[in-house]
């Protein structure tokens, strides 16, 4: 683990030099790299969202599209299209912006439902399907879309299928007074991205989510995982719960949590913090809920008070020879 925490000590300080006083969002966006899931940034306007996504993107030495996601966009344009070639008299096909170890899809709710579909696939199966014909992504492959709050103007919602496939949700939300004068006095005169040199590669990547994917998940955190899940589908106050790529999501992303903290093994306490980042897109509220004034995070947090924690998941393994934190 010691060549991960390495690599990840050097991302978050290149990323943080552009970012500031963001840490904990910072963390939480390279957890979802190293478990090889997409990241949605949801925010106002202004708040830094398409500056992390290209901050992550310029720090690993890798292809990197930007998609910018308006009403005309194409379905073609994001996937690819064939190509009639008038001299070879064949079709060619020419990729869209997805093939890239990283994809930025800036204000990805802009755009219609039906070109918003055509991520369904890559961000699921690594591969994009046109004229019948397959062609496999890069890996790693990670989309990092932002998306701006349903009540602004000229915004569609995600479909429930496409929130389903982004691991984690994030929100970046306004800079503490110190970092917000840090950034006036470091940013006002040029583009801190201008600066940013990769700290590692996509290959690098490759190796880390590799290691991450070894880590260790014992039966109690397991079960613990599928109770919360489990009691998402069962609350009175969701008309929508978690899925079973909801819990496989947050068993990976626990596992790469786990292993920025210098351990080979989950403990619950990493499942408890990724609960409303990786469930909290998900979860759909009743009407009279929702008209209560009640949010999916209160949900969540109503969940992680009820579902008791198994004190078995504290071990690094089925010996249960070493206690976690």
């Known amino acids: 683990m010691g060549a991960l925490e390495d690599v990840a000590a050097r991302l978050q300080k290149s990323i943080e030099h552009v970012i500031e006083g963001k840490s904990e969002v910072v963390r939480s966006a390279l957890t979802v790299l190293l478990a090889g899931g997409h990241l949605l940034i949801e925010d106002v306007p202004g708040v830094g969202k398409t500056m992390l996504s290209k901050a992550l993107a310029r720090s690993i030495d890798g292809t990197v599209r930007r998609i910018q996601f308006t009403p005309d966009l194409l379905p073609s344009d994001v996937t690819g299209v064939s190509i009639f070639n008038q001299s070879t008299r ?10 890239a170890n990283i994809v930025v899809g800036d204000e990805i709710n802009r755009a ?3 070109t918003q579909s055509a991520l369904l696939e890559c961000m699921e199966e690594r591969q994009v399907t046109v004229d019948n014909s397959t062609y496999y992504l890069d890996d790693p492959f990670m989309v990092i879309a932002t998306q701006n709050p349903i009540e602004m103007e ?8 496409q929130r389903d496939r982004f691991m984690a949700r994030l929100s970046m939300g306004y800079p503490i007074e110190r970092a917000e004068l840090a950034m006036l006095d470091s940013h006002a005169g040029r583009d801190p991205l201008a600066d940013l040199e990769p700290v590692t590669d996509a290959s690098e990547v490759a190796k880390m989510a590799s290691l991450v994917s070894e880590v260790f998940v014992s039966q109690g955190v397991q079960r613990y995982v599928i109770s919360l899940v489990t009691a998402t589908r069962q609350s009175g106050e969701l008309r929508l719960g978690a899925s079973p790529r909801a819990a496989l999501h947050l068993v990976r992303a626990a596992k790469a949590h786990a292993a920025l903290d210098r351990r080979e093994y989950v403990i619950p306490d990493d499942v408890q913090r990724l609960v409303l980042p990786v469930l909290g897109h998900r979860v759909l509220m009743t009407p009279d809920a929702a008209m209560g004034g009640r949010r999916n995070e209160d949900v969540l947090r109503s969940v992680l008070e009820h579902v008791p924690v198994p004190e078995s998941g504290r071990e690094p393994g089925p010996q249960n020879i070493a206690p976690g934190r």
């Open 154 to 161: 000229g915004t569609y919602p995600l479909p429930e299928a």
């Open 112 to 114: 219609s439902p039906k």
């Open 90 to 99: 064949q079709f060619e096909f020419r990729p869209g912006g997805v093939f």
